[in-house]
């Protein structure tokens, strides 16, 4: 059993502006390792947080654990240390999946929408995943056309993105917390078995508390005091954490 073994980093596969994926012995499962840097508009605003890794790594692996009990499959297997976690090595769909239960960021800009609109049902948009190009907004026929997914990925990704996001939204809730909006991103293992791939943190999800304040990574987009964003992330994770007790070798 994978979950049992000892599993150490072998050779850097990917370095991404917020994480790095090490290759280890075992083909299929590799090291996904938090970095401290935190960027914003596609690496256009980089600073670096001290600890942000390690608070990321650690409210992950709650929200990944959180998942598993509710029968969400993901590539996560465990956490390994204060900023490692050992996953699946998955195949990536080269298309986000972003879906918004309020309007925030990008959509108000593209569309002129009053900040913090309730969507009737979570609204699901697709993007194509190119920082080249700034992961541009794409519609399903041209996913089709390119290739980048079949139908029959696009319809499970969809499936599982709304209900992870209705997962999720219950989850923040018991916090009186509200989700906002967050990004997904999918892919299939050795196996085929299409599942949720990457992070979900305050990174990847806008959070706002009673009065509406944020509580994720627009702190960082919206301000330049990192104090404060350590602190929002802080709050995040001594919020959740409750029970468990945080991996902090450093
Ligand atoms: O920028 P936008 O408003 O479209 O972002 C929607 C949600 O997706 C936000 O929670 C944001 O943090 C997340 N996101 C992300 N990675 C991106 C783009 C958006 O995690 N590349």
């Not at 986000?96 to 309730?118: D, F, M, Q, T």
């Not at 009673?210 to 994720?216: A, T």
Request: charged share 30%; glycine share 6%; aromatic share 10%.
């Amino acid at each position: 059993m994978i979950e049992n073994m000892e599993l150490e980093k072998f050779n850097k596969l990917y370095e991404g502006k917020a994480k790095e994926l090490w290759e280890t012995s075992e083909l299929n499962y590799l090291i996904s390792y938090y970095k401290d840097d935190i960027t914003a508009g596609n690496g256009e605003k980089k600073d670096t947080m001290l600890r942000k890794g390690i608070l990321n790594q650690n409210i992950c692996t709650i929200i990944y654990e959180y998942l598993h009990e509710h029968k969400v499959p993901t590539h996560f297997i465990k956490s390994i240390g204060p900023r490692e976690q050992v996953v699946k090595k998955l195949k990536i769909i080269p298309v986000e999946v972003i879906i918004r239960n309020y309007a925030a960021g990008s959509i108000c800009r593209r569309y002129n929408l009053p900040k913090g609109h309730k969507f009737k049902t979570p609204l699901l948009e697709l993007f194509y995943k190119d920082d080249s190009l700034n992961d541009p907004l794409v519609v399903k026929d041209l996913v089709l056309e390119m290739e980048w997914a079949t139908a029959y990925e696009l319809q499970e990704i969809t499936r599982q993105a709304h209900i992870i996001n209705q997962r999720m939204v219950e989850f923040w809730k018991q916090y009186g917390i509200t989700l906002v909006d967050q990004k997904f991103e999918f892919g299939l293992d050795n196996d085929l078995n299409i599942m949720l791939g990457d992070e979900i943190t305050p990174d990847t999800q806008r959070l706002w508390n009673k009065d509406g304040e944020s509580l994720d990574k627009d702190v960082f987009r919206e301000g330049d005091d990192l104090d404060e964003v350590h602190s929002v992330y802080q709050y995040i994770y001594d919020l959740i954490s409750k029970e468990t007790e945080m991996t902090d070798g450093c």
